[in-house]
């Protein structure tokens, strides 16, 4: 039945009277390979060059795959058939590609060719073949791939398989690429895996898998497991090395932590996104040790339940529900370069050892931290440190100096305060930010800062500085002293400050300042050494802008934001000069307006032009002068009145003598 239902469609294609379709023009040649990508075409031209390498027919119109329309091009390398409409495919139709290597058929419709249950082999020489997107689900992939003996990289996502069955590749044992992403796989039959020998990476991510509870892929060096329902991971117990190198177990229903190998190259480990609430250096199951170590010995003494991290580079647990990080979790991760355990509930986080020698990146934001203790000399390489969104109020006064390498520090939403210039305790109860050897990067947002002492930064080389949503914030005459020859970017938004005391102009470097919605009136004097570039002056109660002063910005500005400011539009003739005569850009020039005539409704400043201000003036003059005119002739009606009455009273005199 099946046979007959093939012959038919194949007949059909032979038979088909429709007239043959140009061959179109506009297909690319370039000297061994033809683009024929999006054209409409609805089959494959038919006098391009027979020894073309590379044929590209994807985003076509493509339905009906036959011996007639591809067979002579036998020296095909890559074939890419992605984004068509194939539903049938002429069985042995690959078989006389002795070249063909690479086949792409992602994006078509071979689930309606599978349903006939015909094998579309043999793929003999092919190495790559990709089905993804084709409707295809359990049982249909074994007619693609039971006669592929070369096949190395396979890509089955965005289908619908619900299940691996133990012998779905047993005719491509050459696998090394499995794709299996954004099905809808969850069952997956003992020894599915086993005999794939070179089995290197397989994405099993975006699924409905359940458990794994006897994961014994030794040669595997990369799996992913994301974004499905894994309640349980464990690896079967075994004294052989697993050579799996990345396991990405991100977003699951993961109650506790995973049983990793025993004996393991692991690097790179993503446990974010689960439900995990804790560490348990003890628990076991099945006799198991749980995922952390307790190598307090040496390697040579360890028991056979120990599991060690001796190559972890990478470590992602965040997003879970950890309440506390002990020490003994890190007891091997001396190879550790980054550590992110955000977005938990942790509300402490210390260290006594050099436990993490190698660690660059610390990322502890967005938990309940209340403190942070480190000694001297625990995280010697440290660069970056994530302490965000916690609620610290207390820390060590020289705790970052004791991270000779920290470049960047996030403290936003904390509430830190900093301690004056040379302080020699802690009695304060504040930070130090003092002598930081190589910081460069320093976030203090949104910490309730009510003052930065005098040269709270001295000796430490900021170039990026954010004291923004800290209301009523105090600047000193030298805040940022020890700063001239490298700050570059300054944040100071949303502190009410009414009026800079500090002066920006020594700051040699400065180059991007937002000083955006405050209640500035007046902006501070810059000289003509200014190097800022970007502006943002946005929502303050600025009237005026001192002519000296946009002639200093003026030289090296290129970006202002001046919006939601009272302007007045007269006022300020030479920044509306500048607008219009230099390079500098205003992007949010349509919000900012200015008040021409009192009591009037604001106006653009674009519409503003410097005729109608002296138009202005001039009118103001002549209402002056008419009023002043006016008040002469009615003082001089009222004169000649009081003159016309004096000399009538006289003349009754005269006629009553």
């Known amino acids: ?54 044929l590209d027919l994807s985003c076509n119109q493509l339905q009906n795959l036959s011996q007639e329309s591809l067979a002579f091009h036998t020296n ?8 068509n409409k194939i539903h049938f495919i002429q069985p042995g139709l690959f078989a006389g590609m002795t070249q063909l290597k690479i086949l792409d058929l992602s994006r078509n419709h071979l689930n309606a060719f599978a349903v006939h249950k015909t094998q579309i082999g043999p793929l003999g020489t092919i190495e790559s073949l990709d089905l993804s997107s084709n409707g295809l689900y359990t049982g249909m992939t074994d007619y693609f791939l039971n ?11 965005g289908n619908s398989i619900t299940k691996i069955s133990s012998d779905a590749f047993r005719g491509s044992l050459s ?34 898998i359940n458990c794994i509870t006897d994961f014994n892929l030794y040669n595997l060096r990369s799996l992913n497991l994301s974004q499905n329902s894994l309640e349980t991971f464990q690896s079967s117990p075994s004294d052989e090395i697993y050579q799996l190198l990345s396991l990405d177990l991100s977003q699951n229903k993961l109650p506790l932590l995973p049983l990793i190998p025993r004996k393991n190259k692991l690097e790179y480990l993503d446990i974010s996104r689960n439900q995990i609430q804790g560490v348990n250096v003890t628990g076991s199951y099945s006799g198991q040790i749980f995922f952390l170590c307790t190598c307090l010995v040496p390697a ?21 529900n950890f309440q506390s990080l002990p020490e003994s979790l890190f007891y091997t991760m001396m190879s550790l370069e980054v550590l992110n355990v955000s977005n938990n509930c942790i ?11 190698k660690v660059r990146i610390l990322n502890l934001s967005e938990n309940f931290l209340q403190t942070f203790q480190i000694t001297p000399e625990t995280l010697p390489s440290l660069e970056e440190l994530y302490l965000n969104r916690n609620s ?9 100096k004791s991270l000779p390498n920290l470049r960047v520090l996030h403290l936003q939403e904390n509430n830190i305060h900093i301690c004056p210039h040379n302080i020699l305790d802690n009695s304060e109860s504040c930070v130090s930010f003092e002598s930081i050897p190589n910081l460069e990067y320093l976030d203090l947002s949104e910490n309730n800062l009510q003052r930065i002492p005098s040269g709270a930064f001295r000796n430490t080389p900021l170039k990026h500085l954010d004291l923004s949503l800290n209301p009523g914030l105090v600047l000193h005459r030298d805040s940022f002293s020890g700063l001239e020859n490298s700050l570059v970017h300054l944040f100071l938004k949303e502190n009410n400050i009414t009026a800079l005391n500090s002066d920006l102009s020594l700051l040699t470097n400065l180059k991007y300042v937002d000083l955006s919605t405050n209640q500035l009136t007046t902006l501070p004097m810059w000289n003509r050494e200014s190097s800022i570039e970007s502006l943002n ?39 509306l000069n500048m607008l219009q005569h230099s390079a500098v850009v205003v992007p949010d020039i349509e919000a900012v307006t200015c008040v021409y005539l009192e009591d009037s409704e604001p106006v653009n400043i674009e519409k503003v032009t410097q005729e109608m201000c002296e138009n202005l003036q001039n009118g103001s003059v002549n209402v002056i002068m008419i009023v002043v005119v006016a008040l002469v002739l009615i003082i001089m009606l009222i004169l000649l009145i009081k003159c016309c009455q004096s000399r009538k009273r006289k003349r009754n005199r005269s006629y009553r003598a």
Do not use: W
């Open 76 to 83: 095909l390398h890559h074939l890419n058939l992605h984004g």
């Open 1 to 54: 039945m099946a046979l007959a239902v093939l012959l038919f469609l194949l007949c059909c294609e032979l038979t088909d009277s429709r007239p043959s379709r140009p061959v179109p023009s506009s297909c690319t040649v370039i000297q061994m390979k033809v683009f024929c990508s999006d054209l409409a075409l609805h089959s494959a031209p038919q006098d391009l060059p027979q020894d073309i390498h590379t």
């Open 300 to 320: 040579p003494s360890l028991t056979k339940h120990h599991t060690c991290f001796y190559h972890l580079r990478y470590l992602d647990m965040s997003y879970n």
């Open 392 to 400: 610290l109020t207390t820390l060590g006064f020289q705790t970052f």
């Open 147 to 157: 006669d592929s003996p070369l096949l190395v990289n396979l890509s089955l996502s």
């Open 537 to 575: 002056l946005q929502n303050n109660n600025l009237v005026t802008l001192d002519y000296s002063t946009v002639l200093a910005l003026e030289r090296s500005l290129k970006t202002l934001y001046v919006g939601s400011n009272p302007l007045s539009c007269c006022s300020n003739l030479p920044f």
């Open 175 to 208: 696998l090394r690429n499995v794709n299996l992403h954004n099905n809808v796989i969850m069952e997956i039959e003992d020894g599915a895996f086993d005999l794939l020998d070179h089995l290197s990476d397989l994405d099993l991510s975006k699924n409905s």
């Open 347 to 357: 509300t402490s986080f210390s260290l006594s050892r050099d436990l993490l020698p």
